[in-house]
């Protein structure tokens, strides 16, 4: 049986490259086009989504690793999950801020 390392390498590098210019448009401020999986944003190593509540400003991320089992879901289908606690009851939706690398 061959060995998938090349495959596995070859997922890693298209993975970092898409979190890369996908971070790039949303610091940038640019039209979002596109969002990366979770499965590419933890093989990318920027496995903590960052985002703000627009209501209050706060600042917060999320550990990505812990939804390794919907690693096919875009990073934007957890925003509903994401309220902010402070806002509850009418928290607005959070605004992502970016993948990064480790806690902000
Ligand atoms: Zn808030």
């Known amino acids: 049986m061959e060995s998938d390392r090349p495959l596995q390498e070859r997922f890693k590098r298209d993975a970092k490259f898409a979190v890369a210019a996908w ?12 969002f990366p999986t979770i499965g590419a944003a933890v093989r990318a190593k ?6 703000v509540c627009p209501g209050c400003k706060v600042r917060g991320s999320v550990d990505l690793r812990a939804y390794g ?15 902010c ?10 605004q992502i801020r970016g993948l990064r690398k480790s806690r902000p």
């Open 23 to 34: 971070n790039v448009r949303v610091i940038r401020g640019l039209p979002i086009t596109f």
């Open 46 to 51: 920027r496995p903590f989504l960052t985002c």
């Open 69 to 83: 089992r919907r690693a096919m879901a875009t990073v934007d289908t957890l925003i509903p999950a994401l309220r």
């Open 85 to 94: 606690q402070r806002c509850v009851p009418n928290a607005p939706y959070v």
